[in-house]
């Protein structure tokens, strides 16, 4: 009996609790905190991909010495406007032309497009580094 009487008083003194009220506030308050981070990663997630733009260089054709035509295909939300860097360059990989496109919103989810670059020397490929949706 002293033992017990000991431990409550200790118990007493330092605030010490040995009821679950405490540890079952303590596992909600965990558990809030883990639905609500994976609830923020979720969204994040899909917000990115929402905003994403995936690009295809279907080719290219030398038009003649001083420009190049690039044919690339886009894939990004529908009824999404989308802006393009399209570039030219020669064998050392210097870019010898390049545009910024811009092509407004179209419900289809994938389009494909057909763009000339006038370069300031030959080119010897043509694509598509970057595209964004403004």
Same mark, same amino acid.
């Given at each position: ?11 007493? +003194?330092? #605030? +010490?609790?040995? #009821?679950?009220? #405490? +540890? ?17 990663? #979720? ?35 529908? @009824? ?23 092509? %407004?919103?179209?419900?289809?989810? @994938?389009?494909?497009? @057909?763009?000339?670059? %006038? ?10 580094? @970057?595209?964004?949706?403004?």
């Amino acid at each position: 009996m002293t033992a017990m009487r000991t431990q409550q008083e200790l118990d007493d +003194r330092y #605030g +010490r609790r040995r #009821g679950l009220r #405490g +540890r079952r506030a303590a596992v909600i308050g965990i558990g809030l905190v883990a639905v609500a981070a994976v609830g923020y990663l #979720g969204w994040s997630t899909y917000a990115q991909a929402a905003q994403s733009v995936d690009i295809d260089v279907l080719g290219f054709h030398l038009t003649d010495a001083r420009s190049v035509t690039v044919d690339f295909q886009l894939t990004l939300a529908p @009824s999404s406007a989308v802006d393009c860097v399209i570039e030219a360059q020669d064998t050392d990989h210097g870019i010898v032309g390049w545009k910024v496109v811009s092509y %407004p919103a179209d419900p289809a989810h @994938s389009r494909t497009f @057909s763009e000339v670059v %006038p370069t300031t020397a030959e080119a010897t490929t043509g694509l598509v580094p @970057s595209c964004w949706i403004p």
